[in-house]
């Protein structure tokens, strides 16, 4: 279930988010301290069996008390490209598994607010890497539905080496063909990009074909940037590509760019990653034109030889005596 007012935008840094449904309306917050205040969002490095603690500021801005349950959960990507969080019953193994609030649940009178007291405690053997979570709010409403939730992103980096990696699984190329035999028809390429490092990130793309021996190169239009992908996260993509030659055998090149941006904004490009796939291109129009080419030629041939066999019979045959 989504966020209430996208956690997405939460962590873009636009204010304390918040969330209404009937009387019930509240907001969530960064709590001000060692950290500073007016945070955008939660951010931490911290080593293998390191541990602080942090806050959150719930406020309610309803005429009646509001009780919300309060917990954490990590991160994924949902497949429109936007960040979510797992659901309460879900089971994190990240940011929603080192998250502690001190206690499950609050409750707020109206016109006022409350902070939630959270420790981060990362275990011995955390990997190192980055990680995405954050810590949510929901009506605790017993048997009712967890449909409402507002939260606040945690970006936390674990120390140790970072190691960014992209791939490219599933490479295809599909070639829809052209009925004007010397014309270029369209192709389609298709492929998953999975982050397979420690890190997250960005996929700048790039895709071409070409005939063979580098010939008849024909390029894709502009290609939205990947959303920001999680560790073990994958993409599916689907590029067309206009104008390409039936040269027999077409090579389909997917490049990647990946794209490591910091807790402060700043973006990193990183050394590129490529990918090739091959797919035969039978020019059927042309062959059909030469096949039936091919046949007029021999169908002329046979008539050619017909008549001049017929005109040496003629030729051959003795004049009657008179």
Not at 297 to 304: D, E, G, P, R, T
């Given at each position: 279930m989504a966020l209430l007012a996208a956690f997405g935008l939460i962590g873009a840094g636009t204010g304390p988010a918040a969330a209404a449904d009937g009387e019930v309306t509240w907001t969530v917050a960064t709590a001000s301290g060692d950290f500073g205040s007016d945070r955008r969002n939660y951010s931490y490095t911290?080593?293998?069996g390191g541990r602080i603690e942090d806050g959150l500021v719930v406020a309610n801005h309803g005429t009646t008390p509001?009780?919300?349950?309060?917990?954490?959960?990590?991160?994924?990507?949902?497949?429109?490209?936007?960040?979510d969080l797992l659901g309460q019953d879900a089971k994190s193994t990240g940011v929603g598994a080192w998250v502690h609030p001190d206690r499950p649940g609050v409750t707020v009178r109206p016109g006022e607010s409350a902070e939630v007291p959270f420790t981060v405690a990362l275990p011995d053997d955390a990997a190192p890497g980055e990680y995405m979570g954050g810590i949510v709010t929901s009506p605790a409403v017993p048997g009712g539905p967890d449909g409402r939730r507002l939260g606040i992103r945690i970006r936390l980096r674990v120390g140790?080496?970072?190691?960014?990696?992209?791939?490219?699984?599933d490479l295809e190329v599909r070639y829809s063909?052209?009925?004007?035999?010397l014309g270029t028809g369209?192709?389609?390429v298709t492929y998953t990009i999975r982050n397979d490092g420690n890190?997250?990130?960005?996929?700048?793309?790039?895709?071409s074909l070409s005939g063979p021996f580098g010939r008849w190169d024909a390029r894709a239009g502009h290609i939205d940037d990947s959303p920001q992908l999680l560790p073990g996260d994958t993409w599916k993509v689907s590029v067309p590509v206009h104008g390409v030659t039936p040269a027999l055998r077409l090579t389909g090149t997917v490049t990647l760019v990946p794209l490591l941006t910091d807790a402060a904004g700043s973006v990193a490009p990183l050394a590129a990653v490529e990918s090739t796939a091959h797919a035969w291109t039978i020019p059927w129009a042309l062959l059909l034109v030469l096949?039936?080419?091919?046949?007029?030629?021999?169908?002329?041939?046979?008539?050619?030889?017909?008549?001049?066999?017929?005109?040496?019979?003629g030729l051959g045959t003795p004049l009657a005596q008179g």
């Open positions: 911290l080593d293998p509001l009780r919300l349950s309060v917990y954490a959960a990590d991160a994924f990507t949902t497949g429109q490209g936007r960040l140790g080496e970072l190691k960014p990696s992209l791939s490219v699984r063909g052209t009925p004007n035999p369209d192709a389609t890190s997250i990130l960005t996929a700048r793309q790039a895709v096949a039936i080419l091919c046949g007029l030629v021999v169908a002329a041939l046979v008539v050619w030889r017909r008549r001049k066999t017929t005109l040496h019979e």
